[in-house]
């Protein structure tokens, strides 16, 4: 699931290293953002002080924004697992599909990316942490870390092992770059066994790591 994007940021390929080796997990890095805060606060008080917003409203849109969870991109994978048609939707339209469903994502292009028998995608910021936050929530702090954004390019295999996920060598290993105008969401396969379920069921079996593609889907 997924379209092909010609820009300078995709990394649609599988490096795969074999250090011999143990690697550590990937690990935050306190100071990814650190210009971008103080840019973001002198914005935010600058706003503030010409009074195009009040200090409320911004609290109020940092609080509805936090208030976000990977819920809602679950809900959007477990409709595609049992809905043919808004799975074309979002294969071919993203960004309408999820607004559908009452996600809207205005400021950005989504492409969602389907897993299978003989491909798996997972998704990486290079630069910084560009991440669907209408769909996932808050980045965490390993998506934001160095380690994760330089090795997840040159060794995603030994970084996926890290995560549990052992990805057999016949499946070819994509790895997507997200920009600021570009956002991924990983459609995970769906789990053996699950045919019965409804949505809901099948929603609570998906996961955030899930949909940047570092995991599987939840096993029955």
């Excluded at 074999?18 to 706003?47: C, F, N, R, T, W």
């Excluded at 934001?144 to 060598?169: C, D, M, N, T, W």
Aim: with cysteine.
């Amino acid at each position: 699931m997924g379209r092909d994007h010609d820009h300078h940021h995709d990394h649609d390929h599988d490096h795969d290293h074999d250090h011999g080796h143990a690697h550590a997990p990937p690990q935050p890095d306190d100071k990814v953002h650190s210009y971008y805060q103080i840019l973001g606060v002198a914005l935010k008080e600058l706003l503030i002080e010409k009074g195009v917003v009040t200090a409320d409203e911004v609290r109020a849109a940092i609080e509805a924004r936090d208030m976000i969870t990977s819920a809602n991109g679950a809900r959007v994978v477990a409709r595609a697992w049992v809905d043919p048609a808004f799975r074309e939707r979002l294969r071919t339209n993203a960004n309408a599909a999820v607004a559908e469903m009452g996600f809207p994502m205005n400021t950005t292009q989504l492409v969602a990316l389907e897993n299978d028998e003989r491909t798996h995608h997972v998704v990486v910021c290079t630069l910084c942490s560009c991440y669907p936050r209408e769909l996932l929530g808050l980045p965490p702090s390993w998506y934001k870390s160095r380690a994760y954004r330089a090795r997840i390019v040159r060794e995603p295999r030994a970084v996926l092992a890290e995560f549990g996920a052992q990805i057999p060598e016949n499946v070819e290993l994509r790895v997507h770059d997200s920009t600021a105008d570009l956002r991924y969401l990983v459609v995970p396969r769906r789990p053996a066994g699950s045919e019965g379920m409804d949505e809901d069921a099948l929603a609570a079996l998906v996961t955030r790591d899930a949909m940047i593609g570092v995991a599987p889907a939840r096993a029955l």
